[in-house]
Every structure is written in structure tokens, then in C-alpha cells.
């Protein structure tokens, strides 16, 4: 996970600024692997959000399972206050 993504399109330097678009690699034991989990909305201006990228999932979701189902931490609530986690299916609970 990086702490920043870029803009789809170029700025008035012909650059990019801090965006949306951004990746995150889940890796090792317990993991659904072998996919890529995604909502992806396509790159249509109707799909953009105010032109950048939307974003279709959120990074508290993955990093709430992980601790769920890995760490066994069930604070959820404390952690993320205000969030409702969304379960993506990526980690298999720990025994």
C-alpha cells in the first residue's frame, strides 16, 4: 500500500498531482490469492470522480479483515470509529 496514487490526467506542467488511483498487494499464508479483487468502474468521464479516479474500495476494508481474521483483533470499531467495514473475502480466518 503507498500513501498516495496520481491523477488520471495530466496537470497544467504536463505532470500529474496526488490522486486516487492506487494499488494495494496482499501476500502469504491465508490469503484468496491468485485474483485481483476489484469494483472497476472504467476510465468514462461518468466513472471518474471530479475527473480523478473513483474509489471502489476502501483501504480500511483490507486492512480490517487482516486484522479480524489474522490478528484476531475484533476492535474494529475503535480502530476504524465511524466506518462500517465491508468484508471482501480476501483472507481466510486463522485456526
Known sequence: MTDYGLTLLENASQGTDHGHG????VMG????????YSDWPGLAAS???D???AITTDY????????LKRVKNEA?????PGH????????????
Do not use: K
Open 22 to 25: 492506487n494499488i494495494m498487494l
Open 29 to 36: 499464508g491465508g490469503v484468496n490469492g491468485g485474483q485481483v
Open 47 to 49: 466513472a471518474l470522480s
Open 51 to 53: 475527473g480523478d479516479l
Open 60 to 67: 480500511r476494508d483490507v486492512l480490517a479483515e487482516l486484522l
Open 76 to 80: 474494529l470499531g475503535q480502530i476504524f
Open 84 to 95: 462500517s467495514v465491508r468484508s471482501l473475502g480476501l483472507i481466510e480466518p486463522r485456526a
